[in-house]
């Protein structure tokens, strides 16, 4: 009778995770070569960049995210996952391999000698809640990365509030037209702006801009 080192459930299995948990760091670790290679897609340039035929040079196009360069670098997930399987190696009494080849070649390599030792790890290894949550949370990041939260759509951006407030200054908030919203209202004072004001509130907008602009 023991409890898993990771959900913290009673285990019946008397092992170090539970089944379930098991599974659960199975599935994510065939997942990371799969998520890793996706992320070297996102990174390659759109379209190809011109391969000195117009003779311009210069830098490289931005990534899309620096988050995929941190994990694609080397200590965001080669270097992690070949650390765990040296640790497994020295704690099952086997000699150390060393971690040659391409970057995915090394993660594809070191995943799939982890998934080797997934039932032992599982019943025998005291490090298993540590492993299994590491890869848990590359899993998650690397998930994030590929497919961030979608933004949220505050619809068009119709300038600063104009109103006045109580002592006398403008409210000034950044005012937006919600998508599907028949009104303008400022989120910091509460006044709407219904359709038929937009003409004066525009002028206003642009008043208060020329003075802030003065200042
Ligand atoms: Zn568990
Ligand atoms: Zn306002």
């Known amino acids: ?22 599974k659960a760091t199975r599935v994510r670790l065939e997942a990371l070569p799969v998520l ?34 941190d994990i694609r670098g080397p200590g965001g997930m080669v270097t992690p996952l070949e650390s765990w399987v040296d640790a497994v190696r020295q704690d099952r009494g086997r000699p150390e391999a060393p971690h040659t080849g391409s970057a995915e070649a090394r993660v594809e390599l070191a995943v799939g000698e982890l998934l080797g030792h997934m039932p032992w790890i599982a019943v025998s290894w005291p ?26 759509n505050r619809g ?23 998508p599907g919203e028949k009104a303008v209202r400022c989120e910091w004072c509460g006044l709407q702006y219904p359709p038929y004001v937009w003409a004066q509130l525009k002028t206003w907008i642009d008043e208060d801009t020329k003075a802030r602009d003065a200042a």
């Open 36 to 69: 890793y290679r996706g992320l070297g897609v996102l990174l390659a340039p759109a379209g190809g960049v011109g391969q000195g035929r117009s003779g311009k040079g210069g830098p490289p196009p931005l990534p899309v995210s620096l988050d995929i360069l």
């Open 156 to 178: 068009r951006r119709v300038g600063h509030c104009p109103a006045l407030n109580t002592s006398g200054t403008v409210c000034g908030a950044v005012l937006w037209l919600a």
């Open 1 to 22: 009778m023991t409890t898993c080192q990771m959900c913290e459930q009673h285990d019946e299995t008397g092992g170090q995770l539970c089944p379930g948990c098991t």
């Open 127 to 152: 490090a298993a809640g540590d492993f299994a949550q590491e890869i848990r949370e590359m899993a998650t990041s690397l998930r994030t990365v590929i497919a961030p939260p979608p933004v949220i």
